[in-house]
Each structure stands twice: as C-alpha cells, then as structure tokens.
C-alpha cells in the first residue's frame, strides 16, 4: 500500500463510524503508513451552491492497514 493508491474498507470499527465512514467505501491514501495507520480521504457530502456548482467534503480518516484493501494501484507516469 503506497500513497495515491484507491483502496476499500473492509471492517467497520467506532473510530471510523464516528466520522461518516463505514465498511465499503472507497478513498484514496494521501500520507503513507506510520504506526500501522494510512490517512486515507474519502468522499464526503455533496454540496450545491446558488450558482449550480457542485462539490464534494473531504473527510480524511487515519485508517489501520488490515480495514483496507487496494483496489487500484497508483502507478506514475515515467
């Protein structure tokens, strides 16, 4: 597991639930492993403003290595 890979929570835990996250989503790793956790960022709510534009909150959870799985390697462009 390395950063930008898109990955999956596979456990459902209080830490987690209590910030809007539950077994199933997806999101992205953005900081690499440190004390046996990734910061991984998921999908918030969606907003729309008056003007029609739409976006998403950013919810950024410290997430222990054995709840993820990837999904889809992030492999850079050379």
């Known amino acids: 597991m390395k950063e930008y890979d898109?990955?999956?929570?596979?456990?459902d835990r209080a830490e987690y639930n209590t910030?809007?996250?539950?077994?199933g989503d997806i999101g992205t790793i953005a900081l690499g492993e440190r004390n046996g956790y990734?910061?991984?960022?998921?999908d918030g709510e969606r907003h729309q403003t008056r003007d029609g534009i739409t976006y998403l909150?950013?919810?950024?959870?410290g997430v222990r290595i054995?709840?993820?799985e990837v999904i889809k390697e992030y492999i850079p462009r050379t």
């Open 6 to 11: 898109a990955v999956r929570l596979i456990k």
């Open 19 to 23: 910030r809007g996250i539950h077994k």
């Open 66 to 68: 054995e709840d993820l």
């Open 38 to 42: 990734v910061l991984v960022l998921f």
């Open 57 to 61: 909150d950013e919810i950024d959870v």
